[in-house]
C-alpha cells in the first residue's frame, strides 16, 4: 500500500470500529438491564428494542449510499454519526425500554456503513482492496470480541445510560477522525464519478453483484442463527460458564485473523480469488455439519468456531471488496448500500429463523438448515462470471 492508502485504511477502520464498539457493547448487558424498565418483562419488546437497529439500518443504507454517490462521502458519512450520537443521547437519557427503542432506531438511522465502505474503495486501488477491507472486517470482529469482555465491566461501573453516552462520544470522535481520511486521488472512481449519482436499477440488474448479495445475507443470516444455540452449548456441552464465554471467543477470533491473512495474500498475489472464496463457502458448509453431529467437550467446538471466523472473516472482507470492483464507478455507494441493505436483513431474518427452528425442531436443525444455505450459496457463486473486473460486462 502506499502511505495515503494506509493513512485511508487504518483512519477508517477506526471509524468503522469505534462505532460498531459502540453497538456491541450493550449486546451482552442489555436482556438483563431491561428487566429493571418498565415493559422490560416482554422478551418480545426487549428483542425489539435490541434488533430495531438492524431494521432502521437496512432501510437506510441504499438511500445514504445512493446519497454518498451524489453529495460526498464524507458529508454523508457526518451526518449518519451526528445521528448515531443523537439515538445514543436518547437512549442514554430514556427511562423506559419504548424510549431505549427510539433510541436504537436513530442510532441504525445513521447508516453510514456503504458510504464508509465506498470512501475506502475511492482510496485504494483495485489490487490493495482486499486487504483493505480485510482491516475493516477484522477490526469489527475484534470490536466484537472486546465488547463481550469490557462491556460487563463497564456496565458494572459506570451503568447503562453510561454505555449509551460511550457510544455518543464514540460516535463524535469518529467525526474528528473523518477529517484525517486524506482526499481520494485524482483519477479516481470519486473523482470520476457523475453528476447524476448512483443508478439503483442499473445495480440490481447486475447477475453478479447479486450473487455477492445473496451471499452476505447468507453469511450474516446463518451466523445469526448458529449464535442462538452456541452459547449454550458451551454451557451445557463445554461446561463453560456464561461470563467466562469471553475466554473462548477472544483467542479463537483473534487466532482465525492469523489463518485469514494468508489465504488473502495468496487469492489476491496469485489471481486465486475464486478458489478462496468458494473454498471458505464449503469450509463454513463443513463446519455447521460439524456442529450437527452435536459435539461434546470445550476443544471440538472451540476448533469449529476458529475454522468458522477462519472462513467468515475471508469472506467478510472479500465480499465487500468485490462488490466495489464489479459495481459502475458513478453507482458504488449505491451498490455498496444495497449489498449493506442486505446484510442488515440477513442479521434479522437469521436471529428470527434460528429461534424459530430452535422451538419448533430443535437446535440440531439450526445446523442442517445452515449446512444446506451455505452449499447453495457455493452452487450460487459457482456461476460468478466476474472476479477482477472493475464495471461491469
Same mark, same amino acid.
Given at each position: 500500500?502506499?502511505?495515503? +492508502?494506509?493513512?485511508?485504511?487504518?483512519?477508517?477502520? !477506526?471509524?468503522?470500529?469505534?462505532?460498531?464498539?459502540?453497538?456491541?457493547?450493550?449486546?451482552?448487558? !442489555?436482556?438483563?438491564?431491561?428487566?429493571?424498565?418498565?415493559?422490560? +418483562?416482554?422478551? &418480545?419488546?426487549?428483542?425489539?428494542?435490541?434488533?430495531?437497529?438492524?431494521?432502521?439500518?437496512?432501510?437506510?443504507?441504499?438511500?445514504?449510499?445512493?446519497?454518498?454517490?451524489?453529495?460526498?462521502?464524507?458529508?454523508?458519512?457526518?451526518?449518519?454519526?451526528?445521528? &448515531?450520537?443523537?439515538?445514543?443521547?436518547?437512549?442514554?437519557?430514556?427511562?423506559?425500554?419504548?424510549?431505549?427503542?427510539?433510541?436504537?432506531?436513530?442510532?441504525?438511522?445513521?447508516?453510514?456503513?456503504?458510504?464508509?465502505?465506498?470512501?475506502?474503495?475511492?482510496?485504494?486501488?483495485?489490487?490493495?482492496?482486499?486487504?483493505?477491507?480485510?482491516?475493516?472486517?477484522?477490526?469489527?470482529?475484534?470490536? !466484537?470480541?472486546?465488547?463481550?469482555?469490557?462491556?460487563?465491566?463497564?456496565?458494572?461501573?459506570?451503568?447503562?445510560?453510561?454505555?449509551?453516552?460511550?457510544?455518543?462520544?464514540?460516535?463524535?470522535?469518529?467525526?474528528?477522525?473523518?477529517?484525517?481520511?486524506?482526499?481520494?486521488?485524482?483519477?479516481?472512481?470519486?473523482?470520476?464519478?457523475?453528476?447524476?449519482?448512483?443508478? #439503483?436499477?442499473?445495480? #440490481?440488474?447486475?447477475?453478479?453483484?447479486?450473487?455477492?448479495?445473496?451471499?452476505?445475507?447468507?453469511?450474516?443470516?446463518?451466523?445469526?442463527?448458529?449464535?442462538?444455540?452456541?452459547?449454550?452449548?458451551?454451557?451445557?456441552?463445554?461446561?463453560?460458564?456464561?461470563?467466562?464465554?469471553?475466554?473462548?471467543?477472544?483467542?479463537?477470533?483473534?487466532?482465525?485473523?492469523?489463518?485469514?491473512?494468508?489465504?488473502?495474500?495468496?487469492?489476491?498475489?496469485?489471481?486465486?480469488?475464486?478458489?478462496?472464496?468458494?473454498?471458505?463457502?464449503?469450509?463454513?458448509?463443513?463446519?455447521?455439519?460439524?456442529f450437527a453431529f452435536q459435539p461434546a467437550g470445550l476443544m471440538p467446538m472451540a476448533l469449529l468456531l476458529l475454522l468458522f471466523f477462519v472462513g467468515f472473516n475471508v469472506l467478510e472482507a472479500t465480499l465487500p471488496s468485490l462488490v466495489s470492483k464489479l459495481a459502475p464507478p458513478e453507482a458504488k455507494g449505491t451498490a455498496l448500500g444495497v449489498y449493506n441493505t442486505v446484510q442488515a436483513l440477513g442479521l434479522f431474518v437469521g436471529a428470527g429463523l434460528g429461534g424459530w427452528l430452535v422451538q419448533h425442531f430443535g437446535s440440531v436443525a439450526v445446523f442442517g438448515v445452515g449446512t444446506v444455505a451455505f452449499a447453495a450459496w457455493a452452487m450460487v457463486a459457482l456461476g460468478q462470471k466476474r472476479w477482477r473486473a472493475a464495471t461491469p460486462a
Amino acid at each position: 500500500m502506499t502511505p495515503t +492508502e494506509r493513512r485511508a485504511t487504518v483512519t477508517l477502520s !477506526f471509524l468503522f470500529a469505534a462505532r460498531m464498539l459502540g453497538l456491541f457493547l450493550i449486546l451482552p448487558v !442489555f436482556a438483563l438491564h431491561a428487566r429493571q424498565m418498565p415493559g422490560g +418483562e416482554d422478551a &418480545f419488546l426487549v428483542g425489539l428494542a435490541m434488533g430495531i437497529y438492524g431494521l432502521t439500518q437496512g432501510l437506510l443504507q441504499i438511500p445514504f449510499g445512493m446519497a454518498s454517490d451524489r453529495f460526498g462521502r464524507k458529508k454523508v458519512i457526518t451526518i449518519g454519526l451526528l445521528l &448515531f450520537a443523537a439515538g445514543s443521547l436518547l437512549a442514554a437519557l430514556a427511562d423506559s425500554l419504548l424510549g431505549v427503542t427510539l433510541g436504537r432506531a436513530l442510532q441504525g438511522a445513521g447508516a453510514i456503513s456503504a458510504a464508509v465502505t465506498a470512501l475506502l474503495a475511492d482510496s485504494t486501488r483495485d489490487s490493495q482492496r482486499t486487504k483493505a477491507m480485510a482491516v475493516i472486517g477484522s477490526s469489527i470482529g475484534l470490536m !466484537f470480541s472486546l465488547s463481550l469482555v469490557v462491556a460487563p465491566l463497564l456496565y458494572r461501573s459506570i451503568g447503562m445510560s453510561g454505555l449509551f453516552y460511550v457510544m455518543a462520544a464514540l460516535a463524535l470522535t469518529g467525526i474528528a477522525v473523518l477529517q484525517a481520511v486524506p482526499a481520494p486521488p485524482a483519477g479516481s472512481d470519486l473523482a470520476q464519478r457523475g453528476a447524476q449519482g448512483g443508478d #439503483l436499477a442499473r445495480v #440490481l440488474a447486475d447477475a453478479d453483484l447479486m450473487r455477492l448479495n445473496l451471499g452476505i445475507f447468507v453469511l450474516h443470516a446463518v451466523q445469526m442463527a448458529m449464535f442462538v444455540v452456541v452459547p449454550a452449548w458451551l454451557v451445557d456441552r463445554g461446561r463453560l460458564a456464561l461470563p467466562d464465554h469471553w475466554q473462548v471467543y477472544l483467542p479463537v477470533v483473534l487466532a482465525s485473523f492469523v489463518g485469514m491473512v494468508p489465504i488473502i495474500l495468496q487469492a489476491e498475489r496469485h489471481g486465486r480469488m475464486k478458489a478462496a472464496f468458494i473454498g471458505s463457502i464449503v469450509l463454513l458448509a463443513l463446519v455447521q455439519l460439524g456442529f450437527a453431529f452435536q459435539p461434546a467437550g470445550l476443544m471440538p467446538m472451540a476448533l469449529l468456531l476458529l475454522l468458522f471466523f477462519v472462513g467468515f472473516n475471508v469472506l467478510e472482507a472479500t465480499l465487500p471488496s468485490l462488490v466495489s470492483k464489479l459495481a459502475p464507478p458513478e453507482a458504488k455507494g449505491t451498490a455498496l448500500g444495497v449489498y449493506n441493505t442486505v446484510q442488515a436483513l440477513g442479521l434479522f431474518v437469521g436471529a428470527g429463523l434460528g429461534g424459530w427452528l430452535v422451538q419448533h425442531f430443535g437446535s440440531v436443525a439450526v445446523f442442517g438448515v445452515g449446512t444446506v444455505a451455505f452449499a447453495a450459496w457455493a452452487m450460487v457463486a459457482l456461476g460468478q462470471k466476474r472476479w477482477r473486473a472493475a464495471t461491469p460486462a
